[in-house]
């Protein structure tokens, strides 16, 4: 059994195997550095006394904690613990983390020696040219076994493996990000849902009671009517009214259906089996600290998965610099091969290979028609768009906390005038009836009074709801809840940034 064995390696190719060994910590991307982002002193709609600024400190992975408790309502608590425990979206998101890890796992592999065994036999009959003989000569099939164990291990040259490492790390970091993003936007879309149902339960109650009081109206008119006291027009014109009244609490059901519907799907449950008591929405009036513009980088999810998008991009333009560089893969074999079963693990039989069974050790493209630059440029072009985003998703921050600042700014001053609006419209209608019982107007400035007392509630009640979401949508901007978590607090598992 002829054996395997390597010449003696010239002292230049030992000096080049050294050299090349010494690049192999070396690493060709370039010096990642965050896009500098123009951050104001404070937002345009916070106190004076909250323009201070301080460098940002990345915390997007501290938990935000139960930030939707400071509504104090037990019902929006059990609904968010539901929708984490059951949305579909949050488990794709999981998912999606868990995939990036796993590629994680599979770039830091490829820097490892990869070892396998084998076992088998192989049968050949050579040609009568590669023996040296005629061509008209017989030559004999022979069957050759093997058992051996097998190593090829690349040397990371010029950084192409750890770099592909650093943007699978920096993938997964984005995931993490983007998880918490998801997290967050599903709280916050829990919160909105649950206060556009209780919108509507309170614009329902303005309803009952209207159709209560036109229903009472409409028999006294109709007792007035039989006695001959009116005439037919008031009489219509209020049942008009009852009917119109009754309309719109119609519509206020199908709309708070729909709505149920919607926030069910949240809870990643079928409609049919959730229903939401009704429960109409009281004024809410909770300060929420707007902190500074830097911190507002350190807790969006959202900017620190475009942040970790842009580095990964950037370590990506390494890897596809270390294209036009050599390639040094390492590999041997080492083993037993007979030619019968019987004589494969005798010490007659052992064998080794050292270097590449095809190719070479040492490699580099000399002519690839433009592949290699193709994939630089591409490379670059992606961290230019990444660069881009990010700026763009921090401009876009900042617009939406200054856009709920100033809204629930703007909706409390509005509360003030509403309630005026609403004292003013219930006294012109209780003089409006007085003038009617004692025939000093007719029925129908009865009916506009009472109709402007409606209209003047039901602005008052979606005043009150959309001041509720303004500040579910502050916190969303923000980031999360305002209470300051610790320091060392961890995080394990998929649940990032909750």
Known sequence: MQNHHTLPLPRRAIGLLASLLLLAGCSVAPTYQRPAVATPAAFKEAPASDAAWKPAEPADQLPRGDWWSVFRDPQLDRLERDAVEANPNLVAAAARLGQARALEQSAHAARLPQVGVGFGPTRQRPSPASQGLAADAD????????GQATVAYEVDLFGRLSGTEDAARLDTERNEAL?????????????????????????????????KLRSDALRLLQRRFDEGDIDELDLARARSELAAARSESLGLARQRAVAEHALAILLGKPPAEFSLPVQPLARLAIPVPAGLPSALLERRPDIAAAERAMAAANARIGVAQAAWFPRLALTGALGYEAGGLGDLFKYASRSFVLGPLVGTALSLPVFDGGARQAGLDQARAAYAEDSARYRQTVLQAFREVEDNLAGLRLLGEQHGEQDQAVAAAERAARLARLQYREGAVSYLNVLDAERSVLQQQRTAVSLDGERARATVNLIRALGGGWTAAAPQAAINGPLRGG
């Open 139 to 146: 030559t004999r099939s022979t069957t050759l076994w093997r």
């Open 179 to 211: 998880f918490g993003a998801t997290l967050l936007a599903l709280q916050a879309d829990v919160a909105q849902a649950y206060f556009l149902i209780r919108e509507l339960d309170a614009a329902q109650a303005l309803y009952v009671d209207t159709v």
